[in-house]
Structures are given as structure tokens and as C-alpha cells.
């Protein structure tokens, strides 16, 4: 089944991987699988933790510029 919006636009969605990583004693953090090459994490401090769905909306193209 699909759902809309209000004005008629489809909500689309997909589901990352969230891993924990470890960024020094005692210290964790929780990133998705998107961002795992943004941020410097111990070599080998890394474990799945879940998965999560993320909801969005196609943005319309801009028409004459506007």
C-alpha cells in the first residue's frame, strides 16, 4: 500500500544499516551506513546495531526558474 500527502505526492522510503562504533574508551556513537565515511572511528570498533526506515518525499522540479 502505498501513502501520499495531502496534495498528492507519494512517500517514498528505504532502510539503512545503523552500526556502533567506537571512537575511544568508553565512548560510542551510532551512525547509518551513509555515514560511515564521514567520520574517523577505531580500526575494527564497528558492529551492526539495526536498521531503520527512512521516510522522504521526491522534491517537484523547479519550473521557468521559479
Known sequence: M???TED???IQSYI???YKVGYGP?????I????LNRYTYLPGA????????VYY???EPEINGK
Open 2 to 4: 502505498k501513502t501520499h
Open 8 to 10: 498528492g505526492r507519494e
Open 16 to 18: 539503512q544499516t545503523m
Open 26 to 30: 568508553n565512548l560510542w556513537g551510532i
Open 32 to 35: 547509518s551506513e551513509d555515514s
Open 46 to 53: 564497528i558492529e551492526e546495531y539495526g536498521k531503520r526506515t
Open 57 to 59: 518525499i521526491e522534491m
